[in-house]
């Protein structure tokens, strides 16, 4: 075999192990939420559109979250993230669609000032303390997500959201690198 073939042999393994490393990432997103109870669902911020139009990842979130509460799987929502490329605040514009779809002020939380994951996580346990959280974000983003709010929270479980599958296979492979960095950093 010659190097340009070993090579090429190579370079096509490497992104096979990525693409099942995505699809393995996407699919542990699917499982259903644990079965218990919960203080507080968190649902994960995501980008705002012009004109403060949620994305549909973060309206899909959102939408999760409220489906999560209307079943008795938490008392509180917790919209996370702050200001991104546009304003208002990811946690504003969520927390807005949830009084929308029937969910009262005295259930919600608004958490302004994150911009990441671990930001998330950080400053929903600022408001929230050491409690039991269901965190909602994207299918292939669960397996990081949960991860990441168990260092701040007593018990974190994740709960994953649709959204299309041109957002998740981009969102899967990007979120590859995303936790071998995280794993690296110790931060998982």
């Known amino acids: 075999m010659t ?30 939420v644990k079965a218990g109870r919960y203080d507080a669902i968190i649902v994960a911020g995501c980008r705002v559109w012009p004109g403060g139009v949620p994305s549909p990842a973060l309206a899909m979130r959102t939408r ?34 949830a009084r929308q779809l029937g969910v009262p002020d005295d259930a919600i939380l608004v958490e302004q000032r994150s911009t990441s994951t671990e930001g998330n996580a950080r400053e929903a346990a600022a408001v929230l303390g050491r409690v039991r959280v269901v965190v909602v974000t994207d299918y292939y983003h669960v397996f990081r997500c949960e991860r990441v709010f168990r260092r701040y929270f007593a ?25 071998a960095y995280y794993a690296l950093r110790r931060r998982i």
């Open 3 to 32: 190097n340009r073939r070993r090579a090429g042999l190579l370079a096509g393994l490497g992104l096979a192990a990525w693409l099942a490393a995505a699809a393995a990432l996407d699919s542990y997103g699917h499982r259903p």
């Open 64 to 97: 999760r979250g409220v489906d999560l509460w209307r079943r008795g799987v938490a008392p509180r929502l917790v919209f996370t993230g702050g200001v991104g490329t546009v304003p208002p605040a990811e946690s504003v514009v969520a927390a807005n669609l």
């Open 155 to 179: 018990a974190a479980d994740g709960a994953g959201s649709w959204v299309r599958w041109q957002t998740r296979l981009k969102g899967g492979l990007r979120e590859v690198p995303l936790l």
